[in-house]
């Protein structure tokens, strides 16, 4: 009871978050119910809790934990959110790569000798 109780406080904790990111990192890990379908598509695991009606979505945060990442009302509705997900984060880590790069201005500019 009391994992589930923290569990909520984290997910209250990132409502306002606008970006997958933030929620992939903030959310704690969270046990899998034993009961119903689970599909592995592209290294998320979309478990089928009450089939045909709700299809939750977990992955890795970069801790390694497990964390549930979202929701869908169908199989097909998962299968896109995750194709999206990883769409999203290809985005970000390119950004991420050029934020670090000369042309991104995160190092300084070399002097010449005098």
Not at 81 to 86: A, L
Request: hydrophobic share 45%; with cysteine.
């Amino acid at each position: 009871m009391l994992n589930n109780v923290n569990t909520m406080n984290n997910v209250k904790s990132i409502v306002g978050v606008k970006s997958i990111v933030g929620a992939t990192s903030a959310v704690a890990s969270v046990p899998i119910p034993a009961q119903g379908r689970r599909i592995y598509y592209r290294c998320y695991l979309i478990h089928a809790e009450i089939p045909a009606i709700c299809y939750v979505i977990y992955g890795r945060n970069p801790l390694g934990q497990l964390t549930e990442l979202g929701a869908a009302r169908s199989f097909a509705d998962a299968m896109l959110w995750v194709d999206r997900h990883i769409g999203e984060m290809q985005q970000l880590k390119a950004v991420a790569a050029a934020d670090f790069t000369p042309a991104g201005n995160a190092m300084p500019p070399q002097r010449a000798a005098a």
